[in-house]
Nanobody
Framework: QVQLVESGGGLVQPGGSLRLSCAAS????????MTWYRQAPGKERELVGT???????KYADSVKGRFTISRDNGKNTVYLQMNSLKPEDTAVYYC???????????????WGQGTQVTVSS
């Protein structure tokens, strides 16, 4: 069984920074893309950015230049560094990962439980 656990959310003032982490654990034999999403109250879930297992990244236009995704493959962990935060960044942030396990030669998408980020003065 695979689990993804996010951490690092909280309350921050506009212009501030936060760093989210998402650690995958379990009988993992490989991880391909790791992705951050967010969902604000009353809105649909949206993609924030993604990183491949080789380190290639893509970002939503709304966060380009402010957010940075990185990963530590040895720790099965993905990070989201968020700078210059705005009130409109307030949302629950989720990570997902395409994971293969030792019990099967295929990849499945797993999700974390989410972590709240609130940007407010």
């Amino acid at each position: 069984q695979v689990q993804l656990v996010e951490s690092g959310g909280g309350l921050v003032q506009p212009g501030g920074s936060l760093r989210l982490s998402c650690a995958a654990s379990g009988s993992i034999s490989g991880i391909r893309d790791m992705t951050w999403y967010r969902q604000a109250p009353g809105k649909e879930r949206e993609l924030v950015g993604t990183i491949s297992n080789r380190g290639s990244t893509k970002y939503a236009d709304s966060v380009k230049g402010r957010f940075t995704i990185s990963r530590d493959n040895g720790k099965n962990t993905v990070y989201l560094q968020m700078n210059s935060l705005k009130p409109e960044d307030t949302a629950v942030y989720y990570c997902s990962a395409d994971v293969s396990t030792y019990s099967g030669n295929y990849y499945l998408e797993y999700w974390g439980q989410g972590t709240q980020v609130t940007v407010s003065s």
